[in-house]
């Protein structure tokens, strides 16, 4: 096999079969093939696409190029979810103890954030003494005793979509529906799950600007999961503001037990109610989605899943009291109220511009190893259809400096993150599809 002629063959419009695929991979894999050949078949795919068969392909080529989890020591159906936002998204501390509490086994490999996304590695290290490394079989015995654990993704999960997406980004062929669709789902497939609830955010604040685009990159992840045998539902969510109202470690930690109290806000309340009652059903612990869902709201509302919340954190070293008492978790010095400067109504809060504030008061890397402060971050006080008077609160920053023209420009760098509108603002729906 020749890999200029896989290249002229996607460039001619032709599907590559099995054989040929996995040749690409494990030769980009292993340096063989050399970048500019990978990326001509990237710009080829760009342009021409991929049949279902082949992205199937390619997904189960990078999922198989590197170290893949062994869950199946764990009964019942293991369910995992996936989010394709990541601005203060904190369904993750809020999903893992509610579906556990419903009996479907949660065995989570999570990462840390980066740039303007927070990771949930990073936010679980605000309860002290939770230890985010395990070895895998205390790991495994964890979710076999209590049923669910979160740790760190460790390893080497899937080299190869590191590679190739690496060189995407730098050859203009990240936007190919087939590409992110494989990319992602070979991620989901080597961590070993059974089954997948994706959550695919659309709007002013996603990947994919329109719900159409947002639909096509669900229906290619749902098809993958079929033809890889493992059942995919995908959530098309709204982003046109960030999800809940905190975005920071601690101050999200805080909000995940707000939410299991059932004192959350409303759209991150729902949100992890919908993915829950997903989760359910895949996991077989209901025969319907609305089965499910009184399932999920059960567990919430009795405060079951509060209670597995505890037992979780116990089992993995960390203090549960903190459950109870939100205040010991690492808290900021100084709160500094933001303003509205005009009366209107709040009708888009851009979730990227947010991440990178936040960031820059140190909730976030802007490199790899840079440390972070848990305590930091920043509290909306209105979200998209509030209305607003000039002189109003409508965001809290969470800071440990009090330098004036640090604050002054964190300030002014929030209150840039609103957008007003003069008349009424309908609220844009939270969920705009479901894709099975
Ligand atoms: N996220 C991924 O993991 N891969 C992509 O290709 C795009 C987004
Ligand atoms: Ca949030």
């Known amino acids: 096999m020749r890999t200029v002629d896989l290249i002229q063959k996607k460039r001619d419009g032709k599907a590559l079969t099995t054989d040929e695929i996995e040749f690409l991979i ?54 995992d979810k996936h989010s394709t936002g990541g601005v203060g998204d904190t369904t993750t501390l809020i999903l893992a103890p509610l579906v556990a509490a419903a009996g479907v086994p949660v065995a989570k490999m999570s990462g840390r954030g980066l740039g303007h996304t927070g990771g949930t590695i990073d936010k679980l290290e605000s309860i002290a003494g939770y230890r985010v490394e395990l070895s895998k079989e205390d790991f495994l015995r964890q979710v076999q005793q209590i049923g669910v654990s979160v740790i760190s993704q460790s390893g080497n999960i899937t080299p190869a979509d590191k590679k190739l997406y690496g060189l995407r980004d730098v050859t203009a062929t990240v936007e190919s529906i087939p590409l992110i669709a494989s990319s992602i789902m070979s991620k989901k497939i080597a961590s070993g799950t059974d089954a997948i609830v994706l959550d695919v955010k659309t709007g002013g604040g996603a990947f994919m600007k329109s719900l159409d685009e947002s639909i096509k990159l669900a229906q290619a992840m749902v098809e993958i999961g079929g033809q890889v045998g493992r059942e995919t539902v995908a ?29 959350g806000p409303a759209d991150l309340t729902e949100l992890c109610l919908v993915l829950g009652a997903h989760m359910v059903r895949l996991g077989g612990k209901a025969a319907t989605y609305e089965e499910a869902r009184s399932i999920t709201e059960e567990l919430l509302r009795s405060g079951a899943a509060l209670d597995k919340l505890k037992e979780w954190w116990q089992a993995q070293g960390g203090n549960p009291e903190m459950a109870d008492h939100p205040e ?63 002189g109003e609160t409508i965001a809290e920053l969470h800071m440990n400096s009090n330098e004036p023209m640090f604050t002054e420009d964190m300030t002014q760098r929030t209150r840039e993150v609103f957008t007003f509108a003069a008349g009424e603002m309908p609220k844009a729906p939270l969920i705009y599809a479901v894709v099975t």
């Open 26 to 79: 494990r030769g980009y894999s292993t340096g063989e093939i050399p970048d500019y050949q990978m990326s001509a078949w990237a710009m080829a795919v760009f342009f021409n696409g991929m049949t279902a068969k082949e992205t199937a392909d390619l997904t189960l080529a990078m999922a198989r190029s590197g170290d893949q989890a062994d869950l199946s020591p764990i009964e019942g159906i293991k369910v």
């Open 235 to 263: 959530v098309i969510t709204d982003m046109e503001e960030p999800l809940g109202l905190a975005v920071g470690n601690a101050l999200e930690v805080r909000e995940a037990i707000d939410t299991l109290r059932g004192e």
């Open 328 to 390: 010991l978790l690492p808290t900021a010095e100084y709160q500094v109220p933001v303003a509205a400067v005009d009366d209107g109504v709040v009708s888009a809060i851009d979730a990227e511009a947010l991440g990178v504030t936040a960031m820059m008061l140190g909730a976030g890397r802007a490199k790899k190893d840079d440390d972070i402060d848990l305590s930091v971050g920043i509290l909306l006080r209105k979200k998209v259809g509030d209305r607003v008077t000039a």
